[in-house]
């Protein structure tokens, strides 16, 4: 070692000459990772404003179990239902009671006025989830809308409405295609003339659930072909053609 090298000590205190630049580039890189943080945290896209509720409540309605069960209110809102995980609402509990009065109890999920039901688990009550009451009322009178073409992403009802998020796009598109393999309902999302959401249940042209044939085209963006229906407050669209994904 030569009169003019340094050698660093670490008990020792920190030379001048050394303090100083150190500071700035400690100081320099910690403003950059800050500004780097702000910059790719407002890069990120909106994921909405879908909530999941977190308290237990009651609705009553009509139960209808088919093509996805949904509980119809005494006002006339059509309130899908699901179960805890990655299932839709068929099974035990709800099975047998098509068409009958019936009180839910379970946890809303909302997203731009729409809501969802999921059913509570059987330990959380003293009664059964879901409650027979009696004879219910007649279906929503179904009406034809149009024959249309839409543009838009496949997505996974309870998810989008507040499972997660974001509940769309190619970051959810594995938890949505078990999702949606799982039962629940699957939900062409397009856009309106003023920008907000257009939602609706995909069904086969004979109204039934074609989960299991949507794979493949979830969480991206697609074209479908359909016949669109309203069903009280519920749209629909029966598919007349296979879904076409746009620019895979």
Known sequence: MTAGERIYV???PMP?????????IVGGLMWAILFASLAIALSQRDPGSAVWGTNLESFEGTLFESPYPVLVTDRGETLMIVRMGKFGGRGE???GLDGRRVRAHGR???RDGRRLIELADA???????VEDLGPGAAPSERTALSGEILGGEIV???CFLGAMKPGDGKAHQACATLCITGGIPPVL???NDDGSNHYQLILGANGEPIHEQLTGFIGIPVEVR??????GDLEVIRLTAPVVAVNP
Request: glycine letters at 14%; proline letters at 3%.
């Open 10 to 12: 670490g008990y020792l």
């Open 16 to 24: 001048r000459g050394t303090r100083k630049p150190l500071l700035l």
């Open 93 to 95: 509990g709800v099975g």
């Open 108 to 110: 809303l999920l909302t």
């Open 123 to 129: 330990s959380e009550l003293d009664s059964s989830v």
């Open 156 to 158: 996974d009802y309870k």
């Open 189 to 191: 999302v397009s856009k």
């Open 226 to 231: 359909g016949n669109a229906e309203r069903w």
